[in-house]
């Protein structure tokens, strides 16, 4: 007996029953049978465990036809696969279930901006556990992002923390593939920051730029963009043209029921520091060599200030811009 619907989208689900099984006419007393196993096929990222626990077929259970019609749609709509088979056959005992299922090739990856409570590699672990089918990423379309959701706002509970989590698909619809997970309703402030292994930088340009930062709501990517762009000003004028931050460790400082403080320490490679070797002119017809390098503050040997650089190439530019060519003025030639 074949039978088939269509849902989620371009996904077909479809039922087999191969050979008789002692299941009862819709007539019948509704007996119910034991489900002696559940096989899985087809998915290169789930194990049969795992697709047999989202899909929530436990061996040993009483089940009937309409489970694995549910436990199919169940599946199907975590959005993890494009198409899910089932099959149920008779066994000694019993009957055994066999899924055959296509991964879905349109994957997310979470990120989770301002969640401060737990490191986000404990989180990832943690939402593997509670969460089937989740292994760190997420299925574009299904419920799948909206279970993480929950498995999120469960974790904030669990701390005393009465906030609820929004998906975020901005980054998506940006052509990003990244999905972000906000906590809302919990104020997140920054109290302090902390840059380690910047010792070119003098003290007061790094509290000047922590202190930027200070009182701060705290998200992720918005500080790290700040905090680069203020560094960049520093190093750029130093010669330091490859340094790097490393992502901030977030400390809770002081954890109530509506705000949490957060202490933020970043680290910073500095990398080589740069300078000038030689200048050279290419392309320059209007002026002589001497007259552009005239516009130069930097010499050989001198630290590659490209800060300093790109002033005076914005000058050579205007040194440019400012050259008026005199009209040729029209001659008459008279008879």
């Known amino acids: 007996m074949f039978g088939h619907r269509r849902a989620s989208g371009a996904a077909i689900l479809l039922l087999f029953v191969a050979g008789p099984c002692r299941f009862p006419s819709a007539q019948a007393t509704p007996d119910r049978v034991k489900l002696q196993a559940v096989h899985a096929t087809g998915s290169k990222r789930f194990s049969e465990v795992e697709i047999a626990r989202a899909a929530g077929m436990a061996v040993g259970a009483e089940v ?18 494009a198409a899910v088979q089932y099959r149920y056959r008779p066994v000694p005992g019993g009957v055994s279930l066999d899924f055959q299922v296509s991964d879905t090739d349109k994957l997310m990856v979470p990120a989770f901006p301002n969640f401060v409570w737990i490191g986000e590699a404990e989180l990832l672990s943690l939402l593997r556990s509670r969460v089937p089918l989740f292994d760190g990423r997420i299925p574009a379309a299904g419920n ?12 904030l509970k669990e701390r005393g923390i009465n906030g609820r989590v929004t998906l975020d698909f901005s980054a998506a619809r940006a052509g990003m593939s990244t999905v972000n997970f906000r906590v809302e309703g919990v104020c997140i402030v920054v109290r302090n920051v902390r840059f380690l292994e910047a010792p070119h930088i003098n003290a007061e340009a790094l509290n000047r730029i922590g202190g930027g930062l200070v009182g701060e709501e705290y998200d992720r990517p918005l500080l790290q963009l700040y905090a680069r762009a203020n560094l960049n ?59 552009l390098s005239e516009q130069l503050h930097l010499g050989p040997g001198d630290v590659a200030n490209a800060t300093q650089l790109e002033k005076d190439l914005a000058a050579v530019h205007q040194l440019r811009r400012s050259q008026v060519r005199q009209p040729q003025q029209p001659s008459c030639a008279c008879a």
């Open 64 to 81: 009937d036809p309409p489970d694995f019609q549910q436990a199919a749609t169940r599946l199907l709509e975590t959005g993890e696969f």
């Open 144 to 155: 799948e992002a909206n279970q993480v959701a929950k498995a999120v706002e469960d974790l």
């Open 233 to 291: 000003l520093e190093y750029r004028q130093l010669g330091y043209l490859r340094w790097a931050l490393e992502k901030a460790l977030v400390q809770v400082l002081k954890e109530e029921k509506d705000e949490t403080q957060v202490l933020l320490t970043s680290s910073v490679h500095e990398g080589d520091q740069y300078h000038v070797g030689a200048f050279r002119w290419s392309g320059n017809q209007a002026f002589p060599m001497e007259a």
